[in-house]
């Protein structure tokens, strides 16, 4: 259907051991996830269990063992050029700026230069970094630096936004912020969101859907939540909210035994 931006159909991701080549291990197995334009999807799921398999499906920058990838309606083919992607890890460029580190993207896509620094001014003017242009990574704080990466991509303009744990390494009062600055920038835009997190109250707060997996190998849907808190939402707020409480029981009591299962998995690895 036209009105999806985003459909991941059926996929199955099947890897090879690096040590032994005859083993094979399946990180995610037969699983549809569909994003409407303008709807913020979040998905969550033990550590290890393939979230981030799906995001880099869908980012393109990985061919599914099988199943099919829509971007509004049309196979994907390669890179998801519709698709704007904000990393775990630190991304930017450490030689460059701030604004040197929002302007690459458009300087790649062959806009004009000057062009390219009046758009990534502004980016960082609605990220609240007006003012820090000239500043270098290790100059900036650890909330900076993810304001930047989120110019960065949002400079771009992309209708759809991957978001890998982007916030994870920030303090609570930082990542409160950050989580209700996308929120705004989100809400003047209505680009189609999916958002990969391991934190439970981060996704309901956020989200018009909660998408719960399984733990691995062969990761899958087991659950799926509409959020049907009013909006806007202020992050830190919605929390107190009664709804956003009965909402986190359900969720918990979908999600607690395969976390269970996930973090046994990590303690036999470990061993």
Known sequence: MADYALELLDISCTFR??????????????TTLRIRGGE????????????????????????????????????LAGINTRAGYMFQSE?????????????????????????????????????????FGDRYPHQLSGGMRKRTALAQVLALDPDIILMDE?????????RQLMENEVLDLWAAKKKAVLFITHDLDEAIAMSDRVVVLSAGPA???????????????????????????????????VLRDEVLKGYAQQLRKAA
């Open 219 to 253: 990761t899958h849907p087991i659950g799926e939540f509409t959020i049907d808190l009013a909006r806007p939402r202020d992050v830190a707020e919605v929390r107190t909210h009664p709804r956003f409480v009965e909402l986190h029981t359900q969720i918990w009591n």
């Open 166 to 174: 982007p916030f994870s390494a920030l303090d609570i009062q930082t």
């Open 40 to 75: 913020f999807v979040s998905v969550v799921g033990p550590t290890g269990c393939g979230k981030s398999t799906l995001l880099n499906v869908g980012a393109g920058l990985l061919e599914p063992s099988s199943g099919a990838v829509k971007v509004f309606g049309q196979p």
């Open 17 to 30: 051991s690096k040590d032994d080549q005859s083993q094979r291990y399946t990180a995610v197995a037969g």
């Open 91 to 131: 991304a930017l460029m450490p030689w460059r700026s701030a604004l040197d580190n929002v302007m690459v993207g458009l300087q790649y896509r062959g806009v004009a230069e000057a062009q390219a620094r009046t758009q990534a001014e502004e980016w960082l003017a609605r990220v609240g970094l007006s003012g």
